[in-house]
């Protein structure tokens, strides 16, 4: 039976992570002018090899398939050689020099003209609204939409939990084994996230392959009774650890439970941003990959092997992201500097009670595969109580 699958990528998706710029919104130009490196065709192209060597072991024929997409940047780009035999590829467009989100508006439209069964993207919350924006307004809601995780943060229900986990659920949804189910596309104000404001909101209902072990699900903002004595309790196990250890370099994480703690302790921690402290004194603020790299190696030749590094580290609620979501400047080259051994996970109860495992996409196939070698990570839930959650292996 043939098949018909369509496929977009947001070329400037994900350009600002690693230089804290907390999203590519109008950006891209900025962050490609620092150096910025393309995020979204490596991820899609990641999803599309996982699927093939998927293909390759399944029983179910895919030759029949016909995908849809533009030529470029925007999609073929980004096809492993090894794919572009299987099934029938078929340019829609030219990606433009530059890109916009009417961009991809108009590849959606062209899609739908070709009766595609579902849409495959690569990009971010931004990405998403437009693509079921352009969905709403010609009357195609219904089209499934399935997304590979390649913004700075995503809090919609339609992302893979990574790039081979949404190949995962392609492969399932394709063989029937996965039915589609409704999820939420929420984004993020990134103006008002660039001053130091979290505001996150619901924008539509999109459907997506229903999969719990494969798909993200929507990022939840946790109400909890208060939990002032709990936070009290983090606040004076971190402030001994760190009196003890004066000379440690700690990397504070982003959150409201990481910002209060240090408060607590005495430093002004940015919610939204990656801060570094040692003994009593804060080193650095909203630091990004170059700066956080710079600070450990200065830290490193310092105190050569009595050189110690902490990093905390909250997940985020009902997702379980502990990184990969929101703090992309610990990228995979900061976080072999730092050491894998060396991240503390932060959790309070109502945290605790979203979370089944801890999520980790860090962007590189070997590094996340050593954390789910370790099989369990350290959390902190008290003072001096810890306690080992799994890691996901998806």
Not at 268 to 286: F, H
């Amino acid at each position: 039976m043939e098949r018909r699958i369509g496929v977009i990528v947001n070329p400037d998706a994900g350009l600002g992570g690693r230089l804290a710029m907390k999203g590519s919104d109008g950006m891209a130009e900025i962050a490609r002018a620092k150096g910025a490196e393309d995020r979204a065709g490596p991820r899609m192209k990641e999803a599309l090899e996982h699927l093939n060597s998927i293909i390759e072991l399944s029983p179910i024929s895919w030759e029949q398939v016909n995908w849809f997409l533009p030529e470029g940047r925007m999609g073929d780009s980004w096809v492993p050689e090894k794919m572009k035999n299987l099934g029938q590829w078929n340019n829609i467009c030219l990606t433009p020099e530059s890109t916009s989100a009417n961009d991809t508006i108009q590849v959606v439209h062209s899609l739908i003209e070709e009766k595609v069964e579902l849409i495959l993207y690569a990009g971010g919350d931004g990405t998403t609204r437009d693509i079921i924006g352009a969905l709403e307004d010609i009357d195609s809601a219904s089209t499934p939409i399935l997304g590979v995780p390649a913004g700075v943060k995503m809090h919609s229900g339609s992302f893979g939990a990574s790039p081979r986990s949404a190949a995962e659920a392609l492969a399932a949804w394709y063989s029937g084994d996965l039915l589609i189910a409704q999820t939420e596309v929420m984004d993020l104000d990134e103006t008002l996230y660039r001053e130091g404001e979290w505001v996150v909101k619901m924008y539509a209902e999109a459907m997506s392959p229903g999969s719990p072990r494969w798909m993200q699900g929507s990022k939840q903002r946790i109400e909890r009774i208060s939990e002032n004595e709990i936070i009290e309790a983090l606040a004076d196990h971190l402030g001994e650890v760190i009196e003890d250890n004066p000379e440690t370099l700690v990397i504070w994480g982003s959150g409201g439970t990481l910002r209060t703690i240090g408060e607590s302790i005495g430093f002004s921690i940015t919610v939204l941003g990656i801060d570094i402290t040692i003994g009593n004194e804060k080193k650095g603020t909203d630091l990004n990959e170059k700066q956080l790299i710079e600070s450990i190696e200065k830290h490193k030749a310092q105190f050569k092997e009595n050189a110690r590094i902490l990093t905390l580290l909250s997940p985020m609620g009902g997702q379980g992201f502990l990184i990969g979501r929101g703090n992309l400047q610990l990228s995979p080259a900061v976080i072999r500097s730092i050491g894998i051994d060396n991240i503390l996970a932060i959790v309070t109860p109502a945290k605790l009670a979203t979370l089944n495992s801890l999520r980790i996409d860090t962007g590189d196939q070997e590094l996340d595969l050593e954390f789910q070698e370790k099989k369990y990570m350290k959390a902190l839930q008290g003072y001096r109580t810890t306690r080992l959650i799994r890691i996901s292996a998806e």
